[in-house]
């Protein structure tokens, strides 16, 4: 069931009530897009019958006044026993008395300042005894936190962590025995953002040590210093989605080339904030991905900024970048899977495209 914008007029209200609210007792999966109050009291009846319910996707509009919400929103998900998968986007998770011991899945997007987001972060871990996916964007970075020292806690079933732009500070009082996947500073915007401070990854080195896990995957999301990223990777680590810049491409390739560095390697992404003649100006991504092939590496991912576009024009510039960038193509052939891709459109995937680039390069001549 989805509800997006409901409850705008008595008429509408009537009719959730009377008409949708019934049926509550078939919902498998619930939507809702929380934009006032009297949609919420319109849903008072489905308190109880939400019993084959197994995910919970809530999202509340920022305007939304809390008060109401803090009465009714506890009572309409205390009794869900199927529930096993929740993504909420808002200020209220508080009120909501989710479950959390028995989700697997728990996406939490929280924007609010009076809870200390140690203290959210902290309760989540502890009660979600049978989480294996848990995903934690706290978006104020001003919020309290607590100060005073937490015990140090196991968690044993989380087997993929995801945290946004500003990492929990609870999470140097935790260890996660099971954690196979690690995600970082996740973020959809394509802004530049600075290059992430040595101390912030000592956090993650900390926490990997502790945990003593054999990590498989790391994404991080915001350009890292190659110091850092060796504090962070593991040689278990199979798939490796890393952001880079202008400071930190050269020696992360460098660093890459060497097949000692992640032996164990398969699948291997660069979300670049760079120009394209940039990443293609002379042939060291290209030789780095010949020699990760020979070592095992199944697949390349190259994603560029969705402001960058492959004009006529560029493509003729005469530094020689489009020839390596048609040389990169051309390793499709060779068994290695290589995605080029501009804002999620792969253009080696695209026929017309990769005609352009050669026609650009050979000037209407096949090579």
Same mark, same amino acid.
């Given at each position: ?206 926490? =990997? !040590?502790?945990?003593?896990? &054999? /990590? ?10 190659? $110091? #850092? *990223? ?18 930190? =491409? !050269?020696?992360?390739?460098? &660093? /890459? ?10 699948? $291997? #992404? *660069? ?25 095992? /590496? ?70």
């Amino acid at each position: 069931m989805k509800l997006v914008g409901y409850g705008h007029t008595p008429e509408a209200q009537v009719f959730i009530a009377e008409s949708i609210a019934p049926t509550s007792d078939r919902w498998k999966s619930l939507y809702l897009n929380i934009r006032d109050f009297e949609g919420i009291q319109s849903l008072a009846d489905i308190l109880g019958r939400l019993q084959i319910l197994e995910s919970l996707y809530l999202v509340q509009h920022q305007g939304v006044t809390r008060k109401p919400f803090d009465e009714h929103l506890p009572k309409l998900f205390c009794r869900v026993p199927l529930l096993s998968t929740a993504s909420i986007v808002g200020s209220f998770f508080r009120e909501l008395s989710l479950p959390l011991h028995q989700l697997m899945t728990l996406y939490l997007n929280i924007y609010e300042q009076d809870v200390p987001e140690s203290s959210l972060f902290n309760h989540c871990i502890e009660q979600g005894t049978s989480l294996v996916s848990f995903t934690f964007y706290y978006k104020l970075s001003g919020a309290r936190r607590l100060s005073e020292p937490v015990p140090e806690m196991t968690q044993q079933t989380i087997r993929r962590l995801e945290l946004g732009s500003h990492l929990p500070s609870g999470l140097k009082y935790f260890v996660f025995q099971g954690m196979e996947e690690l995600v970082l500073f996740q973020q959809n915007e394509w802004e530049p953002t600075p290059i992430v401070p040595s101390h912030q990854l000592m956090v993650i080195s900390d926490l =990997l !040590n502790r945990s003593k896990i &054999r /990590l498989r995957s790391l994404a991080v999301y915001r350009p890292i210093h190659l $110091l #850092s *990223l060796n504090d962070i990777v593991m040689t278990s680590l199979m798939d490796l989605f890393i952001t880079v810049n202008g400071e930190t =491409l !050269n020696p992360i390739i460098r &660093r /890459l080339v060497e097949p000692s560095f992640l032996p164990g390697l398969r699948r $291997l #992404s *660069l979300r670049n904030h760079l120009p394209v003649i940039f990443m293609f100006k002379d042939d060291s991504i290209l030789s780095m991905a010949v020699l990760r092939a020979q070592l095992g /590496l199944r697949s390349l991912s190259l994603v560029i900024p969705p402001s960058q576009s492959l004009t006529s024009p560029l493509l003729r510039a005469p530094s020689g970048w489009s020839t390596n960038l048609l040389r990169m193509y051309k390793q499709k052939g060779s068994g290695l899977d290589v995605t080029f891709s501009i804002y999620e459109k792969d253009v080696f995937a695209d026929d017309d495209a990769v005609n352009e680039i050669i026609n650009c390069i050979t000037g209407g001549s096949e090579t």
